[in-house]
Nanobody, 124 residues
Framework: QVQLVESGGGLVQAGGSLRLSCAASGRTFSNYAMGWFRQAPGKEREFVAS????????NYADSVKGRFTISTDNAKNTVYLQMNSLKPEDTAVYSC?????????????????WGQGTQVTVSS
């Protein structure tokens, strides 16, 4: 069974950094795109970043562009989200997703599999 498990969340002060990991298992993801989404309390789910599993053009939300970096390590079946210069408004539950598409998309409905999420809290 396909499983995505996030880790690396936690509490950090504004300006700090965190690296989220998404361990993927259960199938090959060569024809998939991987994405990160986030959802803050009382707000709708928001696209953060995406990348084809095999590499290619990355996409970022304007709010994180220049601060966050998405990458894959195929040998470890892992997707990462490096988050630098964190702001309080980055506070949210971050979820990893995988979809049967060869390119990244901002549409959440395109992603078939989802992890349970990891909490990121950025203090002022």
């Amino acid at each position: 069974q396909v499983q995505l498990v996030e880790s690396g969340g936690g509490l950090v002060q504004a300006g700090g950094s965190l690296r989220l990991s998404c361990a993927a298992s259960g199938r090959t993801f060569s024809n998939y795109a991987m994405g990160w989404f986030r959802q803050a309390p009382g707000k709708e789910r928001e696209f953060v970043a995406s990348i084809p599993w095999s590499g290619g053009i990355t996409n970022y939300a304007d709010s994180v562009k220049g601060r966050f970096t998405i990458s894959t390590d195929n040998a470890k079946n892992t997707v990462y989200l490096q988050m630098n210069s964190l702001k309080p408004e980055d506070t949210a539950v971050y979820s990893c997703a995988a979809g049967p598409i060869s390119y990244g998309t901002r549409r959440a409905n395109a992603y078939r599999y989802w992890g349970q999420g990891t909490q990121v809290t950025v203090s002022s």
